[in-house]
């Protein structure tokens, strides 16, 4: 029989991370500030292990390198996507991130990402953009610390969608949990970190010069065009399909036949039930390998999942 991989998050402190993540995945945290939970990940700094079948215990990089036949054979050497929980108990810098041709310097891909909101509280906003026309204009704001004047403030509620090219400036605001899928990137430039003393009385590292390198002037558009259609009692939203990800939000309230496109990567976020012959529940990740054409997914009770594809 074949089955679906289930991995292991891999958790990571943040000096800006709370403690949410325990109750969605119903588990103990290993730090008391508990920013991310890298929920499928083939990343060098925090890869996902494989719990079940005959891959069981083995790293999904390692599986990525060794068993290409379960992606579909692709030539990339590095595994394309990276998914994240991400609990932001505070704010967190304002950021950018390299594009692809950037990151080949860090012999990395670039990372465009988007951002599911799974919670937030009444007041949460996030940065989305910058509004300077000009890189002098940018400039002048960055020496000058006129970040009010720079940046834009986005209020969010739980069920927003955003997308993220790379070179967006951005940062979550505190009282937010996504779920973020990107390219399989760790690399971020801070341009501001509100003067911010991290466990060991410094500031954190700032990387301007490569941050207003990497920052697109001026700040992209994005229009993300999101669409849905019932099937039976069940709705399936696409979120994004972009030249790096697909992303696509499914909310079942009976059983649906899932189509597998080479494979496909899944986070559910809400319910319990079955995926083919195996049992899910809040907070498990799994991926549906190319050697599966279409999967059952038999809700138990009301069931909300993330899947992307490439």
Not at 66 to 84: A, C, Q, T, W, Y
Request: net charge negative; hydrophobic share 35%.
């Amino acid at each position: 029989m074949k089955e679906v991989l289930f991995l292991s998050p891999e958790f990571k402190y943040r000096i800006w991370g709370g403690t949410r993540l325990k109750e969605f995945y119903n588990q103990t945290l290993p730090f008391e500030n508990t920013g991310e939970a890298w929920a499928i990940s083939a990343h060098k700094n925090g890869p996902s292990t494989v719990l079940n079948g005959p891959y069981k215990s083995m790293t999904l990089d390692h599986l990525y390198s060794r068993h290409r036949n379960l992606f579909g054979n692709v030539e990339s050497n590095e595994f394309p996507l990276l998914i994240k929980i991400i609990d932001a108990n505070d704010d967190l810098s304002v950021q950018v991130h390299p594009d692809d041709q950037m990151a080949k310097q860090y012999h990395s891909l670039g990372k465009t990402e988007c951002w599911y909101i799974l919670d937030a509280s009444e007041d949460a906003y996030i940065i989305y953009g910058h509004k300077a026309l000009s890189k002098a204009d940018f400039l002048e704001c960055v020496e000058h610390n006129k970040w009010d004047n720079l940046l834009n403030k986005v209020p969010v509620k739980k069920g927003d969608f955003f997308f993220i090219p790379a070179g967006m400036v951005h940062a979550l605001g505190k009282g937010i949990v996504i779920l973020e899928t990107q390219q399989s990137s760790d690399i971020t430039y801070r341009l501001y970190d509100y003067d911010r003393i991290d466990k060991d009385n410094q500031k954190r590292e700032l990387h301007l010069d490569l941050g207003v390198e990497a920052t697109k002037i001026p700040s992209p558009v994005v229009n993300t065009h999101v669409s849905e259609h019932k099937v039976g009692q069940n709705l399936v939203t696409h979120l994004i399909h972009s030249e790096f990800f697909s992303v696509e939000k499914y909310e079942l309230q009976e059983p649906y036949l899932l189509e597998n496109k080479q494979y496909r990567l899944i986070t559910f976020l809400e319910g319990s039930g079955k995926i083919g012959e195996q049992t899910y529940k809040k907070g498990d990740s799994c991926i549906v390998t190319n050697d599966i054409n279409n999967i059952l997914i038999s809700p138990s009770n009301f069931t909300l999942f993330i899947s992307s594809y490439i």
